[in-house]
T-cell receptor
């Protein structure tokens, strides 16, 4: 079952912050975040495993609340290069396949 | 080190025709995947493989077949193409499975397929 992402789309000005949410109705083992720029292939950002950990990647970080079956991606002080579509993928067990959500389109304008 | 490559980059088919998409990776990855991407639908897993000689169904396997005869190659076949299979197809590979903290899927550049 595909995870739900919100918002569907967001427009930011440079320097603003954004949060993208990913949720599932099933218990999750892992959450995977990818970014895809227009016309390009998706690129890995980070993976979060069951345990409620938080990870960071430059000014992009994420958290995983396993009780709520929800992950949030935080983009701080957004840059033009952050524009793209962000996908979360979820897996129910350590050996399950990853199922991706529909994506969140993020546009950063000057 | 080319990473993940896909052949062809573009293809136009007529309904009922068949074709094979080739994915190759030079990173010695065990896992390989085929996705299709349609507007508003995200990446949907068609088939995947956890090692040479093995394949498994993903979310949307109907109308597609796959083979993994060599570790570095993963082929996606359409036996009788339909307009509903018009999409962008991405291949990906990873060294470990989804439960590993080092799981990272490396994607190919994609194949844009149009079925008329």
């Amino acid at each position: 079952q595909q995870p739900v992402q919100s918002p569907q789309a967001v427009i930011l000005r440079e320097g603003e912050d954004a949060v993208i949410n990913c949720s599932s109705s099933k218990a999750l083992y892992s959450v995977h975040w990818y970014r895809q720029k227009h016309g390009e292939a998706p690129v890995f950002l980070m993976i979060l495993l069951k345990g409620g950990e938080q990870k960071g990647h430059d000014k992009i970080s994420a958290s995983f609340n396993e009780k709520k079956q929800q992950s949030s991606l935080y983009l701080t002080a957004s840059q033009l290069s952050y524009s793209g579509t962000y996908f979360c993928g979820t897996a129910k067990t350590s050996y399950d396949k990853v199922i991706f959500g529909p994506g969140t389109s993020l546009s950063v304008i000057p | 080190n080319a990473g993940v490559t896909q052949t062809p980059k573009f293809r136009v088919l007529k309904t009922g025709q068949s074709m094979t998409l080739l994915c190759a990776q030079d990173m010695n990855h065990e896992y390989m995947y085929w996705y299709r991407q349609d507007p508003g639908m995200g990446l949907r897993l068609i088939h995947y493989s956890v090692g040479e000689g093995t394949t498994a169904k993903g979310e949307v396997p109907d109308g597609y077949n796959v083979s993994r005869l060599k570790k570095q190659n993963f082929l996606l076949g359409l036996e009788s193409a339909a307009p509903s299979q018009t999409s962008v197809y991405f291949c990906a590979s990873s060294y470990v499975g989804s439960g590993d903290p080092y799981n990272e899927q490396f994607f190919g550049p994609g194949t844009r397929l149009t079925v008329l």
